[in-house]
């Protein structure tokens, strides 16, 4: 029912299915996030962090016209099914190649200039500083993961819930949000 749902919504209106489903995803992994940093931290009571929540809406609901975009184009550049139906694994590798090279360390750029930003980093020099903080730990605990998450997403998920998938979402719970993201 939920999945017939999002397909009807999809078809009529893509980046509005995208952007709603995104932002309530990415909401979703830095809830996770924060619940795990609640528990360890066992000396102090922390309070939720709802401005950071916000901050994690706002950016995934602004990324999913380009995640569809970036995905549209990955779909139609590197085709991963044969006119007969089978899978072509040089395409796939293609994909995931150009998705870690490309769009990996561009995303994730995204990511931490606009939490900087919002969090009130102004000056080149602050947003420097958070770049340096986080940004190559972040992107090579991604490169460890993330392969193996978007060969599933790439190779079973067709092209309408890529931008949506859950798996994209928690990678910032998996990878990035409890280990690197430090809110002001």
Known sequence: MLGSFYKRAFDRHPWITLAVTNGALTVIADSLAQLYE???VSDAVQKWDNQRSGRFLAFGTAM????????????FRFP????AGTMLWGG???RLFMDQVLFAPFGLAMFVGSMGIM???????????????????????????WPFL??????????????????????YCLDFVPIHFKPT
Request: charged share 25%; hydrophobic share 40%.
């Open 64 to 75: 999913a016209p380009l995640l569809a975009e970036w995905n549209k184009f990955l779909e």
């Open 38 to 40: 609640h528990r360890s």
């Open 119 to 145: 969090e009130g980093r102004r000056t080149q020099n602050e947003l420097k500083e958070k770049f340096n903080d986080v940004y190559m730990s972040a992107l090579l605990a991604n490169w460890k993961i």
């Open 150 to 171: 978007q060969t599933f997403n790439f190779g079973v998920l067709p092209l309408r819930y890529l931008p949506s998938a859950i798996l994209g979402h928690l990678r």
């Open 92 to 94: 796939l590798m293609r």
């Open 80 to 83: 991963i099914h044969s006119t």
